[in-house]
């Protein structure tokens, strides 16, 4: 068995998995990234809603009809 070549490729395969493991992170972290995005987008339209859409008048109020003879 070639144990100098197994020791050159060593290298090699761990920096591949470690380069994987760091892609796999930084997709997460993107991912994480996309979504907290997504949920302030839809937070801000729903407060942009509610303040564009007017409330509902009160019963007692704006009733008085001043009426002069």
Same mark, same amino acid.
Request: charged residues 15%.
């Given at each position: 068995?070639?144990i100098?070549?197994?020791q050159?490729v060593?290298?090699v395969?761990s920096?591949e998995?470690?380069a994987a $493991?760091?892609?796999? !992170? +930084?997709l997460?972290?993107?991912?994480?990234v996309?979504? &907290?995005?997504?949920q302030?987008?839809v $937070?801000?339209?729903? !407060? +942009?809603v509610g303040a564009a859409?007017?409330?509902q008048p &009160?019963?007692?109020?704006?009733?008085?009809?001043?009426?002069?003879?």
């Amino acid at each position: 068995m070639d144990i100098e070549r197994t020791q050159n490729v060593s290298p090699v395969l761990s920096a591949e998995r470690i380069a994987a $493991q760091q892609e796999v !992170a +930084a997709l997460k972290l993107s991912n994480d990234v996309a979504k &907290s995005q997504g949920q302030a987008s839809v $937070q801000l339209i729903q !407060a +942009a809603v509610g303040a564009a859409t007017p409330s509902q008048p &009160s019963g007692s109020v704006g009733n008085n009809v001043n009426i002069k003879v």
